[in-house]
């Protein structure tokens, strides 16, 4: 680094279609006349572009050291070489589960282990992850079950809807119109109905009866009252957004108000002890114990770190300090947080990126900017085609 401040220089160059950094450190995804490959830092082809599509799995490209991808219409598996591990035979896949593989084959899915042999037949409408161990959910003739992949049902084939998360026997199912929590056989659990059912998080499932939101425990019990018009899905860190009259405030899993429900809108992150709230159509900034620490006079806030606040007034973003002091003038169309404690900043359309300081890392003369660890990945207009191309943060 030079001056504490990053710097930045070419990996690749921008000239292809599309490009994804899933999570190897080495090898980059990308798209060139159509087809996909594989490219490393030095902009040398490792896999050649011969590819249609390809599915990979979030953070991982390789799992269980190969990839799900399709040539001439047809789906198989190549590891990091190139080397075809599952020939190309069928008419879709997905990335492998634990041990195992799902694929569709003259119309039905089935699965097999990570050699290719077969588990499972192709009979089923559908197959997909379970949340259960060595099982796999499944369709047949429009409704869902639970397979074993030895072949035995294990849930039966009677919900039009069903979920089980990682790591829980309690799972949620739909028929005709009504969610109910069953157990990993498929019985129901509590002996009562619901409108609908969200997720599991933090031990609570939120759920929503005669129109109204509560939250209920694995045993189907009430813990917080039917009572919200809604709530923003699960407990996080102990603390979940609910709406009251209309109002949004933030309860704990005894159905203590943390926040009251007063405020047209709440936002947090988990780094940071204080929320951006909105109050009668404006933005401020106060703590978890609703004291003010920024004014309600912005027509927009985000938090980004560090005490740092970007707010928006009279069409533009600044950046200030949590005493309300100006960092960066209010000049900017948009400002977000981006890793390694930067920003995205965008004027007049374009984006380009900058530290706290208003230090420019790349000018705002891109389309898109993302950033997979210590590299961003850029996107231009180049004659009315965006190119991307891969910058390194140094």
């Known amino acids: 680094m030079k001056n504490n401040r990053f710097q930045s220089r070419v990996i690749l160059p921008l000239m292809y279609d599309s490009l994804q950094f899933p999570g190897d450190d080495e090898l980059l995804l990308a798209k060139l006349h159509d087809l ?22 979030p953070g991982d490209t390789f799992v269980h050291g190969m990839v799900p991808i399709s040539r001439h219409g047809k789906w198989g598996f190549i590891n990091r070489f190139g080397e075809t591990i599952i020939p190309f035979l069928y008419d879709e896949t997905r990335y492998p589960f634990e041990t195992m593989i799902c694929a569709k084959r003259s119309g039905k899915w089935g699965a097999m282990d990570l050699n290719g042999k077969p588990l499972v037949p192709y009979s089923y409408d559908d197959l ?34 069903l979920r089980f998360e990682e790591n829980m026997t309690v799972g949620t199912a739909n028929r005709n119109g009504r969610s109910m929590l069953v157990d990993r ?50 407990f996080h860190n102990g603390f979940a957004k609910v709406m009251l ?13 943390i926040l009251s429900p007063i405020y047209d809108e709440i936002r947090w992150n ?8 909105r109050l009668h159509g404006k933005w401020g900034v106060i703590d978890r114990q609703a004291r003010p620490i920024l004014p309600y006079k912005y027509d927009a806030v985000s938090l980004i770190y560090d005490g740092m606040v970007a707010v928006k007034q009279e069409g533009k973003y ?11 003038p209010r000049k900017y169309d948009q400002l977000a947080l981006f890793p390694n404690g930067l920003l995205t900043a965008s004027i007049g359309g374009k984006t ?34 965006l190119k991307y191309g891969v910058f390194e943060l140094y």
């Not at 996909?36 to 799995?57: L, M, S, T, Y």
């Not at 600044?318 to 960066?328: F, N, V």
Request: proline share 4%; hydrophobic share 40%; net charge negative.
């Open 36 to 57: 996909w490959g594989f490219v490393n830092r030095d902009n040398e082809v490792v896999i050649p572009f011969q590819f249609d599509e390809i599915e990979v799995a």
């Open 128 to 161: 997909a992850e379970s949340g259960l161990a060595d099982c796999l959910a499944a369709e047949l003739n429009g409704k869902l079950g639970v397979i074993h992949t030895r072949g035995e049902v294990v849930i039966p084939f009677a919900y039009d809807e």
């Open 185 to 234: 056989f498929g019985r129901p659990i509590g002996g009562g109905t619901f409108d609908v059912l969200g997720y599991f998080s933090e031990g609570l499932c939120h759920a929503a009866r005669d129109g109204r939101w509560g939250y209920i425990d694995s045993k189907g019990e009430t813990v917080l009252p039917f009572q919200y018009d809604k709530v923003m899905g699960g």
């Open 245 to 257: 009259q209309g109002k949004w405030g933030i309860v704990n899993p005894s159905g203590e108000h």
């Open 270 to 277: 988990d780094k940071d002890d204080h929320m951006a709230a």
């Open 318 to 328: 600044s950046l200030i300090d949590l005493q309300g002091s100006e960092r960066l």
């Open 352 to 385: 380009g990126l900058i530290d706290t300081t208003g230090y420019e890392i790349l000018p705002c003369v891109y389309d898109n900017l993302f950033c997979p660890g210590q590299t961003v990945i850029a996107a231009m207009d180049i004659h009315s085609r």
